[in-house]
């Protein structure tokens, strides 16, 4: 291992290798900026032209797009409420708030650091499980899956602080939404209409698109002047107030790559849950729950330490038995068959030098990526102070344009349409979107894989509680649900216990 690392520091310095781990840098935060493109579309890109390169400079580029897209992404959910990839949206609960506020220099500091660590943290977590990276993930079946997403689907439940039956209502539309398209298990058509293109579900990335830009933009058109609310109050030049806060909400950061990176490694679970996921426990384990969705720069921290964590996580499964843990990876999986890679233990033994070259790559590039966006998120910041007028014109069309370039599909702007008039609605009436884009993700996950374990079973609903990680995750979606009756038994107790004046 430490032969194979030393040759691919070898290979970054020597000769163009800086030069292409720069370019995937750079064009990672492109598309992680541009919402509905992300790493799948760069790395899709990127295949063809790698055909002539050597594996050690396609691997360089590859893994400089993976280490840069998450923050890329982050940048516009916390200026423009529009998340650059789906794994974003966690960021915008807290990030555009602190933007409204006048916090966007701190916010956009606060990603930047949080992105660096967490992509460091993956990029450990990845060194370390390669060895025994086969077993721990053949420990997980269709229980366990089940389970891990009910944990998901619990987060709704305390991340709706004084709005619990708005939330559950816009979790059961979600629900619903998820379950659009072809049946895998049962082999049938729900709720398409007779339409083909549903018949794969509504589309994820698009919606999201249309909940938070489209929505956003037509709820600042109606509300006029700029994006901060007070633009005497922006403070452009307090980047470092966010990497200090990112410092000092270590744990913060550790939590999130932690889960970042476990739930990174579950083929099919992918980074929206992670994000969702920490988030979600940030806000369970705080003191200050209510503050959240208000502009606290942990609902910054944990996801975007998530985000990046969760690259190292993905390729575990990935390099270790041809697995993809997210779309990105099943895309990586091409490029490393186009240079003659056969996914799998194999990898690990006769193509080190490449996964290292791989893994160097991730980790400098999370940090350039930052440092990049960092020296100039000052004069970012200042798009904030721009009238609205001429924002909305800019950052529609954008919007539309990236859901189109999706897939090339009039369908997927047709979406994107619908969604933003539903999420300007829920804002109008105050209806929580986090909810809704959970259930949304997680209710085919849960389904799918409720159905499978019980045909495995044979109906036997008790199998859930006699596997150990199913039965443990089953405790922590307890514990989940628990923790706000506890924080407000225990607040009602300190209450009753000051001495009265």
């Known amino acids: 291992m430490l032969e ?5 520091m070898e290979a970054l310095v020597s000769g163009a290798g800086i030069l292409y781990l720069l370019l995937g840098t750079m064009v990672g935060l492109v598309f992680g ?3 509905g493109l992300g790493g799948p579309t760069a790395l899709a890109l990127l295949i063809p032209l790698t055909f002539g390169l050597d594996t050690g400079a396609a691997m360089l580029l590859a893994g400089g797009i993976m280490g840069a897209v998450p923050f890329g992404g982050s940048v516009t959910a916390i200026l423009l409420n529009t998340p650059g990839t789906a794994p974003n949206a966690a960021t915008v609960f807290d990030g555009f708030p602190m933007t409204r506020s006048g916090r966007a220099g701190e916010a956009l500091g606060a990603a930047g650091a949080a992105s660096s660590l967490g992509g460091l943290f993956g990029v450990l977590i990845l060194l370390a499980a390669l060895p025994v990276a086969r077993k721990v993930i053949l420990y997980f079946s269709p229980q366990e899956f089940f389970m891990l997403a009910m944990l998901g689907l619990c987060a709704i439940a ?15 539309i979600g629900l619903l939404i998820a379950f659009v398209g072809y049946d895998d298990v049962g082999s049938g058509t729900r709720f398409t209409f007779g339409v083909d293109y549903l018949w794969d579900g509504v589309p994820l990335v698009p919606a999201l698109i249309g909940l938070f830009a489209i929505a956003q933009m037509i709820s600042l058109y109606v509300s006029g002047g700029s994006i901060a609310e007070d633009p005497a109050a922006v403070k452009v030049a307090r980047v470092s107030d966010g990497v200090r806060a990112t410092i000092r909400e270590w744990p913060t950061v550790l939590r999130g790559s932690v889960i970042g990176a476990t739930i990174g490694a579950l083929p099919g679970v992918g980074g929206t849950v992670a994000a969702f996921l920490a988030y979600s426990v940030t806000v369970q384990i705080s003191d200050e729950p209510e503050s959240f969705g208000k502009g606290n720069v942990k609902g910054v921290i944990a996801p975007e330490a998530s985000n990046n964590a969760r690259e190292g996580g993905a390729l575990i499964p990935t390099l270790a038995f041809g697995i993809p843990g997210s779309a990105e990876m099943a895309v990586f999986l091409g490029l490393l068959v ?20 791989l893994i160097v790559s991730l980790a400098i590039a999370s940090i350039l990526a ?16 721009v009238d609205i007028n001429y924002i909305v014109p800019v950052i529609l069309p954008v919007s539309l344009v990236g859901a189109y370039a999706l897939r090339s599909s009039m369908y997927d702007v047709i979406v994107t349409v619908i969604f ?17 884009v959970i259930a949304m993700f997680l209710g085919g996950v849960v389904e799918v894989n409720f159905r499978q374990s019980m045909m495995i079973a044979q109906g036997d609903w008790t199998t859930f509680f006699t596997r150990g990680i199913s039965l443990t995750l089953f405790l922590l979606m307890l514990l989940s649900l628990f923790v706000p009756l506890i924080r407000y038994l225990a607040g009602r107790r300190r209450a009753g216990t000051e001495p009265r004046s």
């Open 33 to 35: 900026i541009i919402p």
């Open 158 to 172: 305390v991340s709706t602080e004084g709005k619990f039956l708005r939330g559950l209502i816009a979790a059961g």
């Open 420 to 436: 933003g008039a539903i999420g300007y609605l829920m804002n109008r009436f105050g209806y929580p979107r986090l909810p809704l």
């Open 338 to 357: 186009l240079h003659g890679m056969q996914p799998g233990p194999s990898i690990l033994l006769d193509h080190m030098d490449v996964v290292t070259t």
């Open 4 to 8: 194979a690392l030393g040759s691919s």
């Open 370 to 385: 930052s440092i990049a966006c960092l020296m100039v998120a000052r004069q970012l910041a200042r798009i904030t102070l």
